[in-house]
């Protein structure tokens, strides 16, 4: 670029909310490069492509990485080197979705690499990065020469309160109930992904209307600043050898045999193996003909026909690969708790698409850190997806988790979040999708099945959760919409569009485009079709499992989550821990207390429900508030001549003098009571001076009636006029005819008589 000072173009995004894009400040040996501004969020997109492609390069090398800077909000990294590491998951998906918006921009054969760097380099609490970021990435590629075809962008849209916003705040996006990332061109659709809570198609396609809006605005300001920083033409690219000649003698051998091979309707190694040995027969008649140079087309044009042939036949004749009609759906099968181990598990076969999943079951410290550079947030409900190589039948490295999986995990994930019990439920889950066969739509498959997995563990989902993968076949004014499509249908295809959703609405939605945009009349069709899909699976998936099971596996981790007034909460953990720590120990439970909203929420996890109920009764004891007047079933801790000390809550001991054990005159002790006995008691007084508990055990036994020449006795022991006037009776007798006990014990004892 040749600019000489800062360039910049604002534009209203509604509400008065001001965005700005400036060029010419920062990055200026890039190709292109702005900074995108909302309130204090500022973020910079660079983009730099090389001059020309690789040698042999077939295929368009762009790479985009969006990093969001810990600076940006003021923050120090939590690595150990205290330096941003590898992109986290928010960071891949974000990168992912200005990816799929811009590839479909360039020109087919373009094969120069380009590397497009978007960073976080201020942030603020209330406005969403990840929702300027392809607008950022898009502008710098409008004022730099590289050969793009249009101008893009990219909004979010929620629905709060039954009002469509487009770039919510934080807080607004926390109360929607739709939210859905729309990329567009001028005049197409081009990419969305999102969620809802069981939206309607119309609903949709309304976001989609609201988003085409807003997003013409930004790309209209793009345009503006193209113009000011005097951007006037692309520059010149090394197009592909080609050889028409040879184009020409490989359609005329191949494209009856290849048209063949795709109308067989056999399966997909089958399909294959006869497509590899067609080109191997066409690379024997081509035979030493070919120049050197020639060589490497020869695979090129036989992808190119296979394209094309596949796709007419499709078009004309209605025929896809494997034989079915353009709605028709794989064959299912599907089983649940087929491993004796996992908390919940699920097979979902549908046609060479397998997926087993498994649900795990844990504890609030199993929770997930999800960490940005603005915030850190822990979620309870996990679900991870992997795809080995086995399952295409190939060999490869296993380097990790991929920018693909994380994508269809993040899918499925937000798809099953709809459905999952709220805030109260104890539960951290994970799901784990393994894809062991793919043939196209293997995160619908992870969908469906993790669905059945979490009724099969007994997770209170109420609804059942099914995905179809639709695709798009369109050639001038001509298009056909296939659901559930192949691998190879996706691969020759112009749309990926997985939806997601229950028998009452949209969950989940992934759209990917690789033509000029999708027109809302086929967004609408394509809508439809895929409502009746995802019904027809719902209904075998209803036949399989109908409901969660009432409750979890006996294997299955035991949790209660109770709430405590906040004031408890130190009485619980205890000084540095000590008490909290002596229940785990002595329960082998697991006991998480935080404060949350004013109140104190224990989660309490145990393997085994004797430790769970013992772990519980303990913390309701601590943070018991005792009665007058309550009966407790109380444990003898220890026995005095003057009576017993009994624990009738958890950690809350009250004597049980001797006069109140029984009705009959106890002389001492002895024989009474021992340690460990269970006794049931009635708290009768707390002390108001001391907080001392006087307990009874006789105002529970029926008073026996007077045995005749007992009248004295009972009288003695049971009236206050005789022991008032002379300090004595039967009961006075008693203290002066033994030893006095300790003063400790002494001043007890009278505590907890009856008043005089």
């Known amino acids: 670029m040749s600019i000489k000072q800062p360039l910049s173009v604002t534009f209203d995004i509604g509400g008065g909310r ?20 909302q309130g204090k969020c500022i973020i910079l997109a660079t983009v730099v492509a090389n001059s020309e492609p690789k040698e042999g390069q077939s295929f368009f090398p762009l790479s985009v990485d969006y990093q969001e800077k810990f600076a940006s909000a003021g923050r120090v990294p939590g690595s150990f080197f205290k330096r941003e590491a590898r992109l986290n998951d928010y960071e891949i998906l974000t990168s992912r979705l200005i990816d799929r918006a811009l590839r479909p921009l360039f020109p087919e054969d373009y094969f120069c690499d380009v590397q497009v760097l978007v960073s976080l380099i201020s942030s603020d609490e209330e406005v969403l990065p990840d929702s300027l970021a392809c607008l950022a ?99 010149e690219y090394t197009k592909p050898y080609r050889n028409p000649e040879l184009e020409q003698k490989i359609i005329a051998f191949a494209k009856d045999k290849m048209h063949a091979i795709s109308a067989s309707a056999s399966q997909k190694h089958e399909r294959s193996d006869a497509f590899s040995a067609l080109q191997k027969e066409l690379t024997e008649y ?91 947030n822990y979620t309870k409900f996990i679900l991870h997806y992997n795809f080995p190589p086995f399952s295409t039948g190939e060999v490869k490295m296993l380097r990790g988790v991929g920018r693909r999986e994380v994508g269809h995990g993040n899918l499925a994930m937000r798809s099953l979040k709809q459905m ?63 659901t559930d499509i192949l691998g190879d249908e996706d691969h020759l295809g112009d749309m990926d569009f997985k939806v997601t959703g229950t028998r009452e609405g949209i969950c989940g939605v992934q759209m990917d485009i690789k033509v000029d945009g999708l027109s809302m009349e086929i967004m609408r069709k394509a809508l439809e079709q895929a409502r009746r899909g995802r019904l027809h699976i719902l209904d075998a998936m209803y036949a399989t499992v ?132 269970s006794v049931k008691v009635k708290l009768l007084d707390i002390d108001p001076r001391t907080g001392k508990f006087k307990l009874s055990r006789k105002v529970l036994i029926p008073k026996p009636e007077p045995q005749p020449g007992m009248e004295h006795e009972g009288g003695h022991r049971g009236g206050n006029h005789s022991r008032g006037h002379n300090g004595g009776g039967h009961g006075g007798n008693r203290t002066h005819n033994r030893p006095r006990p300790s003063n400790e014990g002494e001043q007890t004892v009278n505590q907890n008589q009856p008043s005089e």
């Open 420 to 482: 999952m019990p709220g805030s109260d439920y104890p539960y951290t889950v994970r799901v784990v999708s393994d894809i062991l066969e793919s043939n196209g739509s293997s995160s619908m498959a992870t969908v469906c099945a993790g669905s059945l997995a979490l009724m099969d563990a007994g997770v209170p989902i109420k609804k059942h959760v099914s995905g179809v993968a639709m695709g798009l076949i369109k050639k001038d004014d001509k298009f056909a919409i296939l």
């Open 18 to 37: 001001m965005v700005s894009i400036e060029t010419g400040k920062l990055a200026r040996q890039a190709n292109g490069s702005v900074t995108v501004r």
């Open 137 to 235: 990435a898009s502008a710098a590629l409008a004022v730099s020469d590289i050969p793009i075809q249009e101008i893009i962008s990219e909004v979010r849209i929620a629905r709060v309160a039954g009002e469509m916003i487009v770039n919510p705040t934080r807080a607004q996006l926390a109360a929607s109930d739709l939210e859905f990332m729309i990329a567009a061109t001028e005049k197409n659709i081009m990419m969305v992904e999102g969620e809802a809570k069981e939206c309607q198609e119309e609903d949709l396609v309304k976001a989609l209307e609201v988003a085409h809006q807003a997003i013409r605005i930004q790309i209209k300001a793009q345009q503006e600043l193209r113009d000011k920083a005097g951007v006037v033409g692309k520059r």
């Open 546 to 677: 109908d409901q969660a099971r009432e409750d979890v596996k006996p294997h299955a981790p035991r949790m209660v989550k109770i709430t405590i007034d906040k004031e408890f909460i130190g009485a619980v953990i205890g000084p540095g821990g000590k008490v909290i720590q002596e229940i785990q120990r002595e329960t082998g439970a697991t006991i998480n207390i935080e404060e949350i909203n004013g109140v104190g929420e224990v989660s309490i996890f145990s393997k085994e429900k004797a430790g769970l109920d013992k772990a519980l009764a303990w913390i309701n004891g601590l943070v018991a508030v005792p009665v007058i007047g309550e009966v407790y079933e109380g444990t003898v801790k220890s026995i005095k001549e003057f009576g017993a000390f009994v624990e009738f809550i958890p950690k809350k001991e009250g004597l049980l003098h001797i006069s109140e054990i029984s009705w009959k005159r106890l002389e001492s002790m002895e024989g009474v009571l021992k340690e460990g006995d």
């Open 286 to 376: 081509l035979g030493g003909e070919i120049p050197d140079e020639d060589k490497k087309l020869v695979g090129h044009y036989f992808g190119e026909l296979q394209y094309h042939v596949v796709r007419d036949m499709i078009l004309d004749e209605g025929r896809r690969l494997d034989g079915r009609g353009t709605e028709d759906i794989r064959t299912l099968t599907m089983e649940t708790d087929l491993l004796p181990t996992p908390h919940g598990s699920a097979l979902f076969t549908r046609g060479e698409t397998q997926s087993l999943t498994t649900v795990t079951l844990g504890t609030p410290l199993d929770e997930l850190l999800v960490e940005s550079a603005f915030e850190s």
